[in-house]
């Protein structure tokens, strides 16, 4: 065969080489294209099958969520008691100790105001006793030495258990610790001073048992 008759075949080679790669390309958009619209097609019964689940689904959800919610309503409540019951017995407790206390401190209150006047009536002996005829008078003397050193035991015995008296000559009238018999004029001292005790006050641990009986100042 000669050259020019081999220049046609080569021709009609490449030509059908060039036909086979178009064909090819062509099938391989329009496979890309059948995917692309056939994708959406397939997930769409997926997403149905989705949708038809989701409302079997839902009242079980519910069903839990409402069970969630009413054991935390619940569990919120018996915390609240559990507190609520804690706090009643601190406080119950507080007040047990609190009267067992007192009652442990002021349990002699009753037989210290019987004593008080034990010692109201040794006070008035001592002084009623004539100071000017003591030196002249040893049983006189030695009676009241007697008296006294009696009297300052006994006040040593209510100072051990918490028994002091009140005293509150030109002190600041207080309702709470003095009881006034009445009012006296007195320029020197300021209004509602104690200015005379009649009869002296005794309180127990801080608390007054005993009021002391003043005369007060007035303008």
């Known amino acids: 065969m000669t050259a020019k008759a081999a220049l046609p075949l080569q021709m009609f080679g490449r030509r059908l080489v060039q036909l086979r790669s178009s064909v090819t390309a062509q ?3 329009a496979l890309r294209l059948y995917s692309t619209e056939k994708q959406p097609e397939e997930a769409a019964p997926a997403a149905g099958a989705a949708e038809q689940k989701t409302p079997a689904s839902s009242p079980e959800v519910e069903k ?3 069970d969630l919610a009413a054991a935390k309503e619940q569990n919120a409540e018996l915390l609240d008691k559990y ?3 804690l706090a009643d017995s601190e406080n119950m407790r507080n007040r047990l100790n609190k009267q067992i206390s007192d009652a442990k401190i002021f349990g002699i209150q009753s037989f210290c ?6 010692a109201d009536t040794l006070g008035h002996a001592t002084q009623a006793v004539p100071k000017d005829k003591l030196s002249g008078n040893a049983d006189l003397k030695n009676l009241y030495e007697g008296l006294t ?3 300052a035991s006994l006040l040593q015995v209510f ?3 918490g028994l002091e008296p009140l005293d509150p ?3 600041k009238f207080d309702p709470n610790q003095h009881e006034a018999l009445f009012q006296k004029e007195d320029k020197t001292v300021e209004a509602n001073t104690v200015v005379e005790v009649t009869k002296l006050g005794y309180k127990l ?3 007054c048992i005993r009021p002391a009986l003043v005369g007060v100042s007035k303008c």
Request: positive net charge; glycine residues 0%; hydrophobic residues 25%.
């Open 149 to 151: 050193m009696t009297r």
């Open 64 to 66: 839990l969520t409402k």
């Open 169 to 171: 000559i030109n002190q």
């Open 159 to 161: 100072k051990r258990h």
């Open 83 to 85: 507190k609520r019951s």
């Open 27 to 29: 099938n391989m958009s």
């Open 113 to 118: 105001k019987d004593l008080l006047e034990v």
């Open 205 to 207: 641990h801080e608390r």
